[in-house]
């Protein structure tokens, strides 16, 4: 089983819609949780850090859910610049700088 | 924007060369990543290093080796390319923030 799962989509939202997408993870001692975003063909950039209360940047909010090891991201208002491949940030328990990432998720948001 | 750089951009090799690829911050970092990505693949940490004459193995390091003489700079050899090196190179940099902040453009090495 892998430590990061996630459905790779692709989703294909128009715009101003509302999406959401969820990520698994299989070690319960994981303590820090990111989503990143990666555009084709470039680098992934940090979106946001997940906190045990839930957080919001603007039109997106993530939250954890520890009993079911999961989190999610919550994208409002659809843009056409939010199309890109969500990435799903877990650390490796007890090492503290090291990660396993998730294969992504794609996002179209179409005109 | 993130000062940490990759040269090449893109390599093109034949089997069995020795190649280099090449990592650089500015940032002052102490920790620094390499990652393999394959197209629609997730990550895989090959290297990382917490300082200078620190280096550790991650999941796919069999086959490369790196050096951290310096802060600013985490190269990443691979003694002999094969065809299965084929991929895309990420190096990635933090500082004690507990996680990997930023990520250089990357090398899209092929190897023939």
């Known amino acids: 089983r892998k430590e990061v799962e996630q459905d790779p989509g692709p989703f294909n939202v128009p715009e101003g819609a509302t999406v959401a997408f969820n990520c698994t993870y299989s070690?319960?001692?994981?303590?820090?949780f990111f989503w990143y975003r990666q555009d084709c063909r470039k680098e992934p950039k940090l979106l946001m850090s997940v906190y045990s209360s839930g957080n919001e940047d603007g039109r997106f909010t993530a939250q954890l859910n520890r009993a079911s090891q999961y989190i999610s991201l919550l994208i409002r208002d659809s843009k056409l610049s939010d199309s890109a491949t969500y990435l799903c940030?877990?650390?490796?328990?007890?090492?503290?700088?090291?990660?396993?990432f998730g294969t992504g998720t794609s996002l179209t948001v179409i005109p | 924007e993130a000062d940490i750089y990759q040269t090449p951009r893109y390599l093109v090799i034949g089997t069995g060369k020795k190649i280099t690829l090449e990592c650089s911050q500015t940032m002052g970092h102490d920790k620094m990543y390499w990652y393999q990505q394959d197209p629609g693949m997730e990550l895989h940490l090959i290297h990382y290093s917490y300082g200078v004459n620190s280096t550790e193995k991650g999941d796919l390091s069999s086959e490369s080796t790196v050096s951290r003489i310096r802060t600013e700079h985490f190269p990443l050899t691979l003694e002999s390319a094969r065809p299965s090196h084929t991929s895309q190179y990420l190096c990635?940099?933090?500082?004690?923030?507990?996680?990997?902040?930023?990520f250089g453009p990357g090398t899209r090495l092929t190897v023939l």
């Open positions: 940030v877990v650390n490796r328990a007890n090492t503290g700088n090291q990660f396993y």
């Open positions: 990635a940099s933090s500082e004690g923030t507990g996680y990997v902040e930023y």
């Open positions: 070690n319960s001692a994981s303590q820090s």
